[in-house]
């Protein structure tokens, strides 16, 4: 039986610790949040954000905005929220609409302001280690459960697979930065079994439901499930791991769902904190 | 005995098809060199580049500058070369002395004349695998080095020794868009040698002068040896690797000197055409 790495507990410490920052610094983080229309999606992600901000004392500034908005109205709105001084932080529920260049819209964001670490100046600063933009929420909160369960990183074998711009690549070079010995797989690495089970540590970000069974696996093995999808014949939210099988044969796994998901929302609170602490220097 | 992979065939390879792109678009390329004093080192770069920008129909221009430059003349003559549409490459002697700010330094180059890849912008294009700006020469001589003699990269398991911004991370990064399985090591890897000696791929950029022996490798192996130093005790320049113990042991090896190094002026020569060419469209 595998300790269970819960994300409920990790969000409520970030969630504290971010209302500590607050109130010890008089200080009213505000996130400006970019949605188009009423995608069942965003507005869940929305609700989430909403709750957790208030606990913190965080307010929330929403651009909504029709599916079928005219281009220049939208960047409009996104510049004033660039140059207004009150606004420390800016969401926007990304994918959007084909018409839109996303390379232009995810780098739009003035990168001070850029809490979920879509933009190439968040990118860059992956690489330099530097406190310029931020990491993804979903690939930080990986790193924060990893802490907040005293799982150390340093000199050890962490596995990736997958190479996304959003969870792989950013959660590799955020463990690199913590000292780990860092494997990139994804789907074209041969021998994935061999490797993600010779790890120390394995980060399940492939995308691909159930995907990692016991061949994967070892006794003495964290595993951080960063998949989340809808199992049809289950009738329930599923990760990348056969979770039935695995979590018995590993030494710490997160659950799907109440894992890493639960915890990217207190992460992206935090990071609005933070951008409005930075701000301040 | 050891294939050795040497750069003088690949340089010929690159100045041969930057000369070709040049007389085929009539195109006159240009690029800027900003140097501070009279460094050796710098000086013996700058020789090498204006040998093989003769050769390829690419002007130099120099901008040269006493060590104690004021840094708002500096910057102004930067600016300058930023936005004349006849210079297409601007390269910087770094490091400078320390009053300069080298974040501030590496990003005041225009991303798009970024040809030794310092800027974020340059770091983000590799995260985001797009031809924004350019890679760091070195890394993307060590590429050209295993295209050229066919060593395959795709799904085969690359350990990267090292992880710094010039090299490290950025080659790192172009394996894992050559879908090579990539391990990036470093001085807090525990079991160094048996990750190395797994490999089939072992690119070796840890600085540290014959560091690598036969206890990283294995026969099938192809290594990259991308460290030089000037070794006191042999009197000649020698690579991260102990280049007699491993010659033998291995499949592939470059030379030092006469590999990577051989290939970064020509990489860097082809760059200011690519970004020469890029600015005409």
Redesign the interface.
Known sequence: MANLLKGKDVALEIINRSKEVVEKNNIRPCLAIFRLGEKDNDLSYERGIEKKASEVGLEIRKYIFKEDVDEEAFYQKLDEANSDVNIHGILIFRPFPKRFDD?KLRNYIATEKDVDGCG??S??????N?E?GFAPATAKAAIEILDYYNVDV????VVVLG?S?VIG?PV??LL?NK?A??????S?????EK?ASNSDILICATGQMESIDKTYTNPNQTIIDVGISWNQEKGKLCGDVQFEEVEPLVKNITPVPGGVGSVTTAVLINNVVTACIRNKK
């Open positions: 390379a190439d100046g990118l860059a600063g992956l690489l330099t530097s310029k340093s000199g050890k074998s190479r711009l690549k590799s070079l690199l000292n010995t860092v494997t990139i797989c994804h074209k690495t041969k021998d994935i490797i």
